[in-house]
């Protein structure tokens, strides 16, 4: 079953080409949800509470003892006690992974072709689906990605900056200036 996430900041998004997963090895497509405190995920919990059911049945004592999560707090990503920039202690993160390119449009659900207006720190909706795994002992419920939603800009993650917060119009200049003449 498709389900539409809340709103999220975008982090590493691989939506355009796919990355090797350093675990299967295999090629694949991403992108890191970053939701806020406020975030309301309790239909992404039931997805995830349906799909441990589906695989190992509604008796909890028989289920598989440590099952991996997929909602994992951010402050897990503290790096020397600092968080990245756009985490938040005790808010939380997913990972949504898929072996095909998903759909990537922006709020007028028209395809968006540059990887530069995707970028980490925009923020975004995605369907996606839960699915419980059992594969090399690990066991647990993931989430698939389907397709992504551009639903707002958002400042750039990673400390890089977009050339609108760079840069100001330069008065009285036309955008087909001839280059030669400013330097005559």
Same mark, same amino acid.
């Given at each position: 079953m498709s389900l539409i996430t809340p709103k999220f900041r975008v982090s590493y998004p691989s939506v355009f080409k796919p990355e090797v997963n350093r675990l299967s090895n295999k090629e694949e497509f991403s992108v890191t949800a970053l939701f806020t405190k406020e975030s309301d995920l309790t239909a992404l919990k039931d997805a995830a509470q349906a799909a441990i059911t589906e695989k190992w049945g509604p008796d909890k004592t028989k289920w598989p003892t440590n099952l991996r999560t997929p909602f994992r707090d951010q402050a897990e990503r503290k790096k020397e006690g600092v968080l990245p920039a756009g985490h938040e202690e005790g808010a939380v993160f997913l990972k949504l992974k898929s072996k095909t390119k998903p759909g990537v449009v922006d709020q007028n659900v028209q395809p968006i072709i540059s990887e530069s207006e995707f970028y980490p720190g925009c923020w975004a909706v995605a369907s996606i689906n839960a699915y419980a795994y059992d594969q090399a002992g690990n066991r647990g419920v993931a989430f698939g990605l389907n397709n992504l939603q551009k639903v707002g800009e958002g400042e750039p993650l990673g400390g890089k900056s977009t050339p609108d917060m760079d840069f100001k119009?330069?008065? @009285? &200049?036309?955008? @087909? &200036?001839? &280059?030669t003449s400013m330097f005559s």
């Amino acid at each position: 079953m498709s389900l539409i996430t809340p709103k999220f900041r975008v982090s590493y998004p691989s939506v355009f080409k796919p990355e090797v997963n350093r675990l299967s090895n295999k090629e694949e497509f991403s992108v890191t949800a970053l939701f806020t405190k406020e975030s309301d995920l309790t239909a992404l919990k039931d997805a995830a509470q349906a799909a441990i059911t589906e695989k190992w049945g509604p008796d909890k004592t028989k289920w598989p003892t440590n099952l991996r999560t997929p909602f994992r707090d951010q402050a897990e990503r503290k790096k020397e006690g600092v968080l990245p920039a756009g985490h938040e202690e005790g808010a939380v993160f997913l990972k949504l992974k898929s072996k095909t390119k998903p759909g990537v449009v922006d709020q007028n659900v028209q395809p968006i072709i540059s990887e530069s207006e995707f970028y980490p720190g925009c923020w975004a909706v995605a369907s996606i689906n839960a699915y419980a795994y059992d594969q090399a002992g690990n066991r647990g419920v993931a989430f698939g990605l389907n397709n992504l939603q551009k639903v707002g800009e958002g400042e750039p993650l990673g400390g890089k900056s977009t050339p609108d917060m760079d840069f100001k119009p330069v008065e @009285g &200049a036309s955008s @087909g &200036a001839d &280059a030669t003449s400013m330097f005559s």
